[in-house]
């Protein structure tokens, strides 16, 4: 019930959202979730496949804990599967729920009209492991991925900080505390970057929040599983 409520109250959102007013996402307040892109366009996506999507750099690995509390690493998670990879913290109250929203709509897109939809994986990965254990992440994914269908959504975080930090760095993702409510904890500043990273674990594009449109991420997934049709395959195997 939850997770519908908070959706319908974000699509909501996203619909009232026209081009022009997404302001620079750094600094915003909390507790206002963020728009999201609008899915109309001023003109029509490229077509999967018509264009490329060159190598950025190796996504980065590190130890991370699953939502039993098994750790594992970050590369070994990646590897085999094309990855839509989100840095989120759950008590995050703008850009976090919105990039879940949208993370939870190309699920349900990819798991209908994706062919090779096993071949796709997201992942929520929580920089604030003081506050977000498996046991948080596990609750978080319950609201967000149980009874929808489509590719497989992992929900991990790190064990403290010192292991985060090494993975924040390598994928230059900021993170800054900053004074919460009067009596309440303090919050984390951030900027929103989800990756696209490909089956042999290279970074292939990198989104905001304003450009985190499902389709337009899905078009990216179709022209990697495209290339990946005129190359030879990965030798990892799916897990």
């Given amino acids: 019930m939850y ?37 109309g366009y001023a003109y029509p996506l490229a077509r999967p496949g018509t264009y490329a999507l060159p190598a950025i750099k190796r996504a980065a690995g590190g130890s991370v804990l ?20 989100a840095f989120i913290y759950t008590r995050c109250g703008d850009v976090c729920p919105t ?12 798991g209908r009209d994706l062919r090779g939809a096993d071949r796709l994986q997201l992942i929520s990965m929580s920089f604030d492991p003081d506050h ?36 924040l760095s390598a994928y230059g993702q900021s993170v800054m505390p900053q004074p919460g409510p009067p009596g309440g904890p303090n919050l984390l500043a ?5 990756f696209l990273v490909d089956r042999s674990g290279m970074v292939r594009n990198i989104y905001s929040i304003d450009f985190l449109d499902p389709q337009l991420v899905l078009n990216d997934v179709r022209t990697l599983l495209l290339q990946e049709g005129r190359s030879p395959a990965p030798e990892a195997r799916l897990r």
């Fill in 99 to 110: 990039a879940s929203m949208q993370l939870a709509a190309l699920r349900d897109i990819a």
């Fill in 190 to 194: 951030h900027i929103l970057r989800v």
């Fill in 3 to 39: 997770r519908h409520a908070l959706r319908a109250g974000l699509l909501i959102a996203s619909l009232a959202w026209a081009p022009g007013m997404v302001a620079a996402h750094d600094g915003h307040a909390h507790g206002s979730p963020q728009p999201a892109p609008s899915t």
């Fill in 66 to 85: 699953d939502e039993q509390g098994h750790r594992r690493d970050l590369a070994d998670i990646l590897r085999g599967r094309i990855t839509v990879l």
């Fill in 132 to 167: 977000d254990t498996p046991t948080v992440m596990a609750e978080h994914a319950r609201q967000w991925r149980d009874g929808g269908r489509g590719p497989r959504w992992l929900f991990v975080t790190a064990p403290d900080r010192e292991r985060l930090a090494p993975i």
